[in-house]
């Protein structure tokens, strides 16, 4: 083990640069002042922060899983609006008996994670602190598209779903049950998979607004949560009709062994990153999309989220500050 203090800042940063390698828009990456991205057009910005013991335990997550996460909270973010990522700035606070591996992995999940959309690291800062800390600010490029706000549902659409939703939360929760026993069980693994790091479907967010969508998010603290969002943005009421079959399977074990009904996560669970959206009723859904529901005027209670008629009895989601759902 060789911890950041026996390093010192420069040293630290002269193990961590060489593995960030820029891609794209970003003409001058890590080391000088400030880095040099290439644009055109339309900047979309977004910051999105994990700290330790609050998004991740470092008992559960390596480095490696931290900055993939990290990079996907983010990324997920920037298609969400419909725009392409052209870089991201990356702060970093840790104690500093850190153990320079763990934030050499770190760094690799970054740019791996990175390498999927042809982006790359361009920048950041390092700082001490009691706890780890990973602030991103992400940057995207619209291309000449509209943003896809989350304001222009309108009664008619067809709501669609790219990616997944409840898989996170419930590897989260097999996690917190026992990580050591469920990690080793191959029937639980791939939801604590999702949970260490997701799978945001990125190209959907560029194809949805090159489609129309009329809204669209990126799910990170639940389905009725975000949908909710949707709706009170837009002033009208979100129906979802999809049971979800296919992702109550997938999430069948983890109930079985956990005793919780599936509809928790799939209702109230975030962190999955997929992207929920809205479509006029003529436009035919971008690859990645299944339609789950249709956007019907805001009921007298006003804008909000049903499912077949009902609001959901998992509608909590996630909230800082809270102790969690
Ligand atoms: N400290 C802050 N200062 C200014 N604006 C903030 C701050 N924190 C959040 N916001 C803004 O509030 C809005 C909601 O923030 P939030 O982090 O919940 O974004 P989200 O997209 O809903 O969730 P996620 O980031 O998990 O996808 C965003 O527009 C964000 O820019
Ligand atoms: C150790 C640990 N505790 C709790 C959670 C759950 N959690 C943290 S942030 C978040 C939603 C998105 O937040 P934000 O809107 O800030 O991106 C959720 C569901 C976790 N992943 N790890
Ligand atoms: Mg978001």
Redesign the pocket.
Known sequence: MVSCAELGEDGVLSRILPLLTSRGPVVLGPGDDAAVLTVAGDLVVTA?ALVE?????VRWSSGEDVGHKAAA?NLADVAAMGARPVGLLVSLAVPELTDISWLEGLARGLDAECAQLDTSVAGGDLSGAEQIMVSITAFGQLEGRQPVRRDGARPGDVVALAGTVGLA?AG?DLLVDDAEQHRADPALAGLIMA?LRPEPPYLSGVAAAEAGASAMLDV??GLVKDASRIARASGVRLEIHDAFVDLAERLAPAAKVLGAPALKWLHGG??DHGLLACFPPDVPLPEGFREIGTVLSASEAGPGVTFNGSPSRFNAG?Q?FAG?Q
Do not use: R
């Open positions: 999105d013991n609050h998004d991740f335990v909270q939360a989260l949970q990170s603290d975030g962190e996630w800082h969690g």
